[in-house]
């Protein structure tokens, strides 16, 4: 750990379980600040999950469902959770596009990972692209309900715009296909 990272390196003293989910889980921890000081930090924990930015015949792979928090339908690119273990992320890329678009690839390029909101969720997302699509079937869970769409770069910044595309996974899939148009580059 570096000396900065010790500066303001938070001490867990006491952890509190509140609420145990089969997608999250909610704890209360209690820390040592670095002045000495206690503070208590609400902290989701959640598995990581998996989103991909796939482009077919020059138009973006996405989704449109219902989000319950938002209580609204949202359209984003396919994505999904890592089963609960050591699943490997590139594995439930490649399972996430084809349940939900019908496509599968064997040719999916990392372009990041990061945390979705490290201010209170320890979520990694890990985000995929491809251009090398092959027509599969569809294979949606139980409980999801959803539809595919191939949208243009212009429709996908209409989206935005209207917020109908609003999720920071998908709003930056389009700048990273936008950067990839112009320069030929993901990052």
């Keep these: 750990m570096s000396e900065m990272n010790r ?6 003293i006491s952890t509190q379980p509140i609420y145990q989910g089969k997608v999250i889980s909610l704890q209360v921890d209690t820390v040592k600040l670095p002045d000495g000081g206690e ?6 924990r959640h598995p990581g999950g ?19 928090p938002l209580d609204k339908s949202q359209v984003e690119i396919p994505a999904g959770k890592l089963d609960k ?5 590139m594995d439930a890329a490649k399972r996430e596009l084809e349940e939900e678009t019908g496509y599968k690839s064997d040719h999916l390029t990392h372009i990041c ?7 209170f969720a320890d979520e990694i997302m890990h985000m995929y692209y491809t ?8 294979n949606l869970d139980e409980d999801e309900f ?4 191939e949208i243009t770069l212009e429709q996908a910044h209409a989206y935005i715009r209207e917020g109908r595309i609003s999720d920071a996974k998908t709003i930056m ?8 148009e112009a320069t030929g580059r993901l990052i």
């Design 7 to 12: 500066m303001f390196e938070e001490k867990t």
């Design 85 to 89: 273990g050591a699943e490997d992320p």
């Design 131 to 138: 251009d090398q699509l092959v027509k599969s079937e569809m």
């Design 50 to 68: 998996v989103s991909v930015l796939a482009i077919k015949d020059g138009k973006m792979l996405v989704v449109e469902q219902y989000r319950k």
């Design 113 to 119: 990972s990061y945390y979705t909101s490290p201010g």
């Design 146 to 149: 959803l539809v595919c769409e």
């Design 39 to 44: 503070a208590t930090r609400e902290v989701v």
């Design 173 to 180: 899939a389009v700048y990273t296909w936008q950067l990839y």
